[in-house]
């Protein structure tokens, strides 16, 4: 059975940073590019970066660019999130996905003072 | 940004009946589009990609179709458990984006 499972959530204030992790299980981890999405309490999707299979290339949307840092160790088949000077937009649901097909049940950032 | 327009924003539909929900992009996307089911309290589940693949696991009630820049989620025989929002996302271009979701209820 795939399983994504992330951790590392939790209250942070802005200007703060926090590292997310996401753990795979079920399927040869090394073998997928890995993504990062978040939704917002008004709900709507946010696709924030993708890694590729052997973490040399990253992707990035713009509004986080230069602010979080994907990464990855296939040995221990775990994917990263490095959230560096958050702000107030970033409270979401952070998801990590392999590809489009696996999603993970997710993990809650609250950005506040 | 390819920006992806899905309609309608909700939508309430009886048991039984075939609905379709609708995703333009602002251009093309070569049939690069998912189409993913979100039941409250869960994370999204993918449903269709390349525009018109069926995911494993998935009935076959549902179906996507489409190219160039309109594509188009139809579920056949509307059942209870397919009460959820569903999201469109295009994975042609960087950044991949979504559809703003169309949430579907029982009439």
């Known amino acids: 059975e795939v399983q994504l499972v992330e951790s590392g959530g939790s209250l942070v204030q802005p200007g703060g940073s926090l590292k997310l992790s996401c753990v795979a299980s079920g399927f040869t981890f090394s073998n997928y590019w890995m993504d990062w999405v978040r939704q917002t309490p008004g709900k709507s999707l946010e696709w924030i970066g993708e890694?590729?299979?052997?973490?040399?290339?990253?992707n990035y949307a713009p509004s986080i660019k230069d602010r979080f840092t994907i990464s990855r160790d296939n040995a221990k088949s775990t994917l990263y999130l490095q959230m560096s000077n958050v702000k107030s937009d970033d409270t979401a649901i952070y998801y990590c996905?392999?590809?489009?097909?696996?999603w993970g049940q997710g993990t809650l950032v609250t950005v506040s003072s | 940004d390819i920006q992806m327009t899905q309609s309608p924003a909700s939508l309430s539909a009886s048991l039984g009946e075939t609905v379709t929900i609708e995703c333009r992009a602002s251009e093309d996307i070569y049939s690069n589009l998912a189409w993913y089911q979100q039941k409250p309290g869960n994370s999204p589940q993918l449903l269709i990609y390349d525009a018109n693949s069926l995911a494993d696991g998935v009935p076959s009630r549902f179906s996507g179709s489409g190219s160039g820049t309109q594509y188009s989620l139809k579920i056949n025989s509307l059942q209870s458990e397919d009460v959820a929002s569903y999201f469109c996302q295009q994975y042609n271009n960087y950044p991949y984006t979504f559809g703003a979701g169309t949430k579907l209820e029982l009439k």
């Open positions: 890694i590729n299979t052997d973490g040399s290339k990253t």
């Open positions: 996905t392999g590809g489009i097909a696996y």
